[in-house]
C-alpha cells in the first residue's frame, strides 16, 4: 500500500468503525470523535476539534457526520472528506433498511404490534431527554424564550417550520444587532414570516422524494431531533405520505441504529419505494452536508466569529427547540395510547435523564415491555 492510499484506509476504518458502534446519539458520536481522532490519533488538536465543532453547530445538516466529514478532510485531503462521512452513514443506512424491511414485513403480527407499542413511548422520552440541554444552551434570555414559545405554537397551529425558523433567524439578528433602528411598524413585519402557508404535494415519486429530503438536508438546523418537527410537518400534515402512527415507528427505528440520526430518511424512502426510494432519500438529505463542508472547512475559525450571523443562528437554534417540543406533543397523541405507555415513556426519561443509559439499549427495554404486554 502507497503512503499516499494509507490515511484514505485510516479514515475509511475509522469511521467505518465508529459508524457500527456510535450508539446513542450526536454528543456520544462527538465524543467517540474526540477520543479517536484527537486523543488517540492527534489527526486534529483540541483547539482546531473545538472550532469544527462550532461550525457545525451552525450549519444546518447532522453536525456528527459533518464533524466526520471535517476529521476526514483534515486526514486525507478532499477524498478524506468524502470517505469519512459516507463511511460513517453506510453502517447505519445498512442496518435501517433490514429494520424496515422486517417493520414492513412483521409490524402487523401481534409480536411486532407490541414492540412497537413499548418502543413508541420511549422515542418521545427520547425526544424529551435531548431537549433539555439544548433548551437551557439555546434559548437563553427572554429573546430566545419567546422565539423558542413562538416556534412552538407555530408549528402546533400548522405554520411552516421553514418559515418559523426563517423568521426567527431574522428577528434574533436583527434586534441583537441594530437595537435601536427598529420601527414601530417593523413588529408586524417582521412577524410575516411566521404566517407563511406549508407546500403541498400530488403523490410520492423519486423526484419528489430527492426533491424533499434535499430540502430537509438544507434547512435543518440545530440536532438531528429538529428533523422530526420537519418531517412531521411535511410528509404528514403536507404532502400526506405518510400517517403519524408509521412515522413514529420509522423514527423508533431510526433510534436502534448507531450513526447518524439522520438515516430516519433512510427508512422512510425504504417504506415509501424501497431500495430506489432509501437511497435518493439518503443521498439528498446528506448531499448538502457534504458540499458545506467541502466549501466552509477551510474557513472553520472565520465563518464562527461571524456577529450577524451568530445573532441570526442564535435565533434559528431557539426556534429549532421550540420545534423539537412541538414535534413531541404531536407525535406523542401516536405514542400515549394508554396509562402503560405514559407510564414507559416517564420511566424511560428518568433513566435517560438519571443514569445516562445508552439510548439503543432503552428503546430495546421499551419494545420488550410492549412484547411482554402482547403477549400476555
Known amino acids: 500500500m ?15 468503525r465508529l459508524g457500527t458502534i456510535a450508539f446513542g446519539g450526536p454528543a456520544v458520536h462527538v465524543a467517540m470523535m474526540h477520543d479517536d481522532m484527537v486523543t488517540r490519533r492527534s489527526w486534529v488538536g483540541e483547539e482546531e476539534f473545538v472550532d469544527a465543532l462550532g461550525i457545525t453547530a451552525i450549519l444546518p445538516g447532522p453536525g ?3 464533524l466526520s466529514m471535517y476529521l476526514g478532510r483534515r486526514r486525507a485531503g478532499w477524498r478524506g472528506l468524502v470517505l469519512g462521512g459516507a463511511c460513517f452513514i453506510l453502517p447505519a443506512m445498512v442496518l435501517v433498511i433490514v429494520l424496515t424491511w422486517l417493520y414492513l414485513r412483521y409490524g402487523r403480527t401481534v409480536a411486532g404490534a407490541g414492540l412497537l407499542y413499548g418502543i413508541r413511548p420511549v422515542v418521545i422520552a427520547v425526544l424529551a431527554q435531548a431537549l433539555l440541554p439544548l433548551a437551557r444552551t439555546a434559548m437563553r434570555g427572554v429573546l430566545g424564550a419567546v422565539l423558542g414559545v413562538l416556534a412552538f405554537a407555530g408549528l402546533l397551529a400548522g405554520v411552516d417550520a421553514l418559515a418559523l425558523l426563517g423568521g426567527a433567524a431574522v428577528v434574533s439578528m436583527l434586534v441583537r444587532n441594530v437595537p435601536y433602528r ?3 411598524g417593523a413588529a408586524s413585519a417582521l412577524a410575516a414570516p411566521f404566517l407563511a402557508a406549508a ?4 403523490r410520492v415519486r423519486l423526484g419528489a422524494l430527492f426533491l424533499e429530503f434535499l430540502k430537509l438536508g438544507i434547512v435543518v438546523f440545530g440536532s438531528g431531533y429538529v428533523l422530526l418537527a420537519f418531517l412531521r410537518h411535511d410528509l404528514v400534515h403536507g404532502l400526506g405520505w405518510l400517517g403519524n402512527t408509521r412515522l413514529l415507528d420509522l423514527v423508533s427505528i431510526g433510534q436502534l441504529t448507531p450513526g447518524p440520526v ?3 430518511a433512510t427508512a422512510i424512502g425504504y417504506s415509501l419505494d424501497g431500495l430506489a426510494g432509501a437511497a435518493v432519500a439518503t443521498a439528498a438529505i446528506f448531499l448538502p452536508s457534504f458540499l458545506l463542508m ?7 475559525t472565520r465563518v464562527r466569529r461571524s456577529r450577524w450571523l451568530g445573532g441570526a443562528l442564535d435565533g434559528v437554534n431557539a426556534a429549532a427547540v421550540g420545534l423539537m417540543a412541538g414535534a413531541g406533543v404531536l407525535l406523542g ?7 402503560l405507555t405514559v407510564v414507559v415513556a416517564l420511566a424511560a426519561l428518568v433513566v435517560l435523564v438519571r443514569f445516562r443509559a445508552n439510548v439503543a439499549l432503552v428503546v430495546l427495554g421499551g419494545g420488550v415491555v410492549g412484547l411482554v404486554h402482547a403477549l400476555a
Not at 407546500?199 to 400530488?202: D, G
Not at 467541502?294 to 472553520?300: D, F, G, R
Open 182 to 184: 427598529t420601527r414601530p
Open 64 to 66: 456528527s457526520t459533518q
Open 2 to 16: 502507497s503512503t499516499t492510499d494509507r490515511p484514505l484506509r485510516e479514515v475509511a476504518l475509522a469511521f467505518l
Open 199 to 202: 407546500h403541498h404535494a400530488s
Open 262 to 264: 439522520f438515516t430516519t
Open 294 to 300: 467541502a466549501l466552509v472547512s477551510p474557513y472553520v
Open 333 to 339: 397523541q401516536a405514542a400515549f395510547v394508554d396509562v
